[in-house]
């Protein structure tokens, strides 16, 4: 079975809601990857495609996660506080979920990195491993409702175009 991720679909730098929603979809896809692997693979080494399927989601977890995160943190979020009252709440809720992600995927990372230099993962570790990768799949998904459901659709509807073009221009100069 080959592991395919889809082709991202281009939202532009002047639709960050696309651009984030497009992110998340990147994120699950990477993430059911993390599962699916460390599940058919209990108790033997990971195939060549499996260790490749596995590393890429590493790294996009390394860079795009943590970019994502800034362009959250550091645009979206503060904009949003000072026009809506309504979402506090629920950005302080979306923040501390970035930080137990990023703690959770050091944990994971690690472990799978450990797995790929060893090449073996004995049954203890594979049930750790499963269970990490599952927490951190299901932190992302109730992450993703959060934010897709109330904050992008509070955005949408109390920031101006102009203030969401800025937020775009401010992604697209971050990753330069």
């Known amino acids: 079975m080959a592991f395919q991720i889809g ?18 979809r990147r994120i699950e896809s990477f993430l059911h990857i993390l599962c699916v692997v460390v599940d058919r693979a209990q108790g ?11 590393q890429a989601a590493l790294q996009y977890f390394r860079t795009g996660g943590q970019r994502h ?21 629920e ?10 992600a990023n703690d959770l995927h050091g ?20 049930r750790q491993l499963f269970s990490k990768t599952s927490r951190l799949k299901q932190l992302y998904s109730d ?10 659709a509070r955005a949408t509807q109390v920031l101006d175009r102009n203030a969401l073009t800025a937020i775009g221009t401010e992604f697209r100069f971050r990753r330069k």
């Not at 995160?69 to 709440?89: G, I, M």
């Open 69 to 89: 995160t800034a362009d959250e943190e550091q645009s979206l979020f503060p904009r949003l506080r000072k026009s809506d009252a309504q979402v506090f709440e």
């Open 7 to 24: 082709a991202k679909p281009d939202s532009g730098f002047d639709d960050p809601i696309g651009m984030l929603k497009d992110c998340h």
């Open 44 to 54: 033997r080494s990971l195939t060549d495609e499996e260790r490749v399927a596995v």
């Open 143 to 152: 992450h993703i409702h959060v934010e897709e459901t109330t904050v992008f």
């Open 91 to 100: 950005i302080d809720r979306l923040e501390n979920d970035h930080r137990e």
């Open 107 to 126: 944990s994971v990372e690690r472990s799978y990195s450990a797995w790929i230099q060893s090449g073996e993962l004995g049954p203890e570790e594979t």
